[in-house]
């Protein structure tokens, strides 16, 4: 496959997430990616690797194959309008990591029939471990083998129908959060019963980890591993029945449902 230049427009948390993992990955070589910001002092580290870091949109968008846009959806629009005539859908790909900006309203921005695909990462990419959903529209068969391969090294990839992006927004990127939530409960529970927290630190963290890998290694469902935890009259379920009592599971179905009409009602 013929190597491509990246430029990553708005190099803020998932920018510069975004640009680490590439990095990592060595799929794109340093000198291959360009990541633009108005203020570039928190791009230094990624400079120091030989990522190119730049203020000109124009020039970055010139100069790729594959353009990443990462700014606050409240930007793309006011930003992009600027660079319509600068997109060559001939040869380029414009990527939206942006929440809540239809197919339609890149290729309204970067002009009828341009290749278009909105994937919806989390910060996990930093380290190559995300969870990407994408979907794409006009693109060439070597443009859509390659950008699932570019995520592919960034972490687990799955193809999903543009209307789903949304729901893929909030339990895959918004997920992240709501994750670390559950590990930081667990870590006040654990200094509660004894643990400095460093230590229940590690093991809160290690132990969703695991959880984790148990469903994904087995592809199980959840309950059949809650099974092998819970002995009869034991401490697991008597735990669990006081959290389903307090509104474990329907306060975090309810926090998912008011994130999504978030991004759907505004
Ligand atoms: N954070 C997350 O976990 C996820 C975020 N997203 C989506 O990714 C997008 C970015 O989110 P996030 O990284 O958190 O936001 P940030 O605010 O951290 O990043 C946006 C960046 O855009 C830069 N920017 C603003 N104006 C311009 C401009 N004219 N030209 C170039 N760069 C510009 C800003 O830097 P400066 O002010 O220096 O220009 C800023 O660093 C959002 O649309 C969000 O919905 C999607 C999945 C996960
Ligand atoms: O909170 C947000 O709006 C963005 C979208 C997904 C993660 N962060």
């Given at each position: 496959?013929?190597?491509?230049?990246?430029?990553?427009?708005?190099?803020?948390?998932?920018?510069?997430?975004?640009?680490?993992?590439?990095?990592?990955?060595?799929?794109?070589?340093?000198?291959?990616?360009?990541?633009?910001?108005?203020?570039?002092?928190?791009?230094?580290?990624?400079?120091?690797q030989g990522v190119?870091?730049?203020?000109?949109?124009?020039?970055?968008?010139?100069?790729?194959?594959?353009?990443?846009?990462?700014?606050?959806?409240?930007?793309?629009?006011?930003?992009?309008?600027?660079?319509?005539?600068?997109?060559?859908?001939?040869?380029?790909?414009?990527?939206?990591?942006?929440?809540?900006?239809?197919?339609?309203?890149?290729?309204?921005?970067?002009?009828?029939?341009?290749?278009?695909?909105?994937?919806?990462p989390n910060t996990?990419?930093?380290?190559?471990?995300?969870?990407?959903?994408?979907?794409?529209?006009?693109?060439?068969?070597?443009?859509?083998?390659?950008?699932?391969?570019?995520?592919?090294?960034?972490?687990?990839?799955?193809?999903?129908?543009?209307?789903?992006?949304?729901?893929?927004?909030?339990?895959?990127?918004?997920?992240?959060?709501?994750?670390?939530?559950?590990?930081?409960?667990?870590?006040q529970g654990g200094?509660?019963?004894?643990?400095?927290?460093?230590?229940?630190?590690?093991?809160?963290?290690?132990?969703?980890?695991?959880?984790?890998?148990?469903?994904?290694?087995?592809?199980?469902?959840?309950?059949?591993?809650?099974?092998?935890?819970?002995?009869?009259?034991?401490?697991?379920?008597?735990?669990?029945?006081?959290?389903?009592?307090?509104?474990?599971?329907?306060?975090?179905?309810?926090?998912?449902?008011?994130?999504?009409?978030?991004?759907?009602?505004?």
């Amino acid at each position: 496959m013929s190597a491509k230049k990246i430029a990553i427009i708005g190099g803020g948390n998932l920018g510069s997430a975004i640009a680490q993992g590439v990095l990592k990955s060595g799929f794109v070589s340093a000198s291959d990616i360009i990541i633009t910001k108005r203020n570039l002092a928190t791009l230094a580290g990624l400079q120091q690797q030989g990522v190119q870091a730049e203020t000109d949109n124009a020039r970055a968008i010139a100069a790729a194959d594959v353009i990443i846009v990462a700014l606050k959806p409240y930007n793309v629009k006011e930003v992009l309008s600027q660079f319509k005539s600068a997109f060559d859908p001939t040869r380029q790909m414009l990527v939206s990591v942006v929440t809540g900006v239809s197919m339609d309203e890149l290729e309204q921005i970067a002009g009828k029939g341009m290749p278009v695909v909105r994937a919806m990462p989390n910060t996990a990419i930093a380290i190559q471990e995300s969870m990407t959903c994408i979907c794409h529209r006009n693109t060439t068969a070597e443009q859509a083998v390659w950008i699932k391969e570019l995520f592919d090294q960034l972490g687990v990839t799955v193809s999903i129908d543009e209307k789903l992006m949304d729901a893929a927004t909030v339990l895959g990127a918004c997920g992240i959060a709501y994750a670390l939530r559950f590990i930081r409960a667990s870590i006040q529970g654990g200094i509660e019963i004894g643990f400095d927290v460093q230590t229940a630190n590690l093991i809160a963290a290690q132990t969703v980890k695991g959880a984790a890998a148990l469903l994904i290694s087995g592809n199980r469902h959840p309950e059949e591993e809650i099974d092998k935890v819970t002995t009869p009259k034991g401490c697991t379920i008597a735990g669990l029945n006081e959290m389903e009592h307090q509104g474990f599971s329907s306060s975090l179905i309810k926090g998912i449902t008011v994130s999504y009409n978030k991004i759907v009602k505004g």
